[in-house]
């Protein structure tokens, strides 16, 4: 059984950062893509970022390109997503998510082809 719990959100101004975190259980961690997904209040889950089994090869959201960064840690089971420059439109709560395809750099309508998601953490950006 795969398990993963996210953690690092939190109440920051607009402009902050924030640093959240997912940590993995069970599983072959590094053979999974994982994605980090977000969800606003009455909207649609959406993509925020993928990144590959080894971290070589990054893909981004164009609403957050050049502000987060995806990264991982193979040895710790763990993936990351630093977010810079936060805006109020970022709010929601995050959740990382298995993918359960390769790497294909795609972000958009990825929802379905996660194998195991977390129960998300909550960002909150104040204007």
């Known amino acids: 059984q795969v398990q993963l719990v996210e953690s690092g959100g939190g109440l920051v101004q607009a402009g902050g950062s924030l640093r959240l975190s997912c940590t993995v259980s069970?599983?072959?961690?590094?053979?999974?893509?994982m994605d980090w997904f977000r969800q606003a209040p009455g909207k649609e889950r959406e993509s925020v970022a993928t990144?590959?089994?080894?971290?070589?090869?990054?893909a981004y959201a164009d609403s957050v390109k050049g502000r987060f960064t995806i990264s991982r840690d193979n040895a710790k089971k763990m993936v990351y997503l630093q977010m810079n420059n936060l805006k109020p439109e970022d709010t929601g709560v995050y959740y990382c998510?298995?993918?359960?395809?390769?790497?294909?750099?795609?972000?958009?309508?990825?929802?379905?082809?996660?194998?195991?998601w977390g129960k998300g953490t909550l960002v909150t950006v104040s204007s």
């Open positions: 998510a298995v993918d359960r395809t390769i790497y294909t750099g795609a972000i958009s309508n990825r929802t379905s082809y996660m194998s195991y």
């Open positions: 069970g599983g072959i961690f590094n053979v999974y893509v």
């Open positions: 990144i590959d089994r080894t971290g070589a090869r990054t």
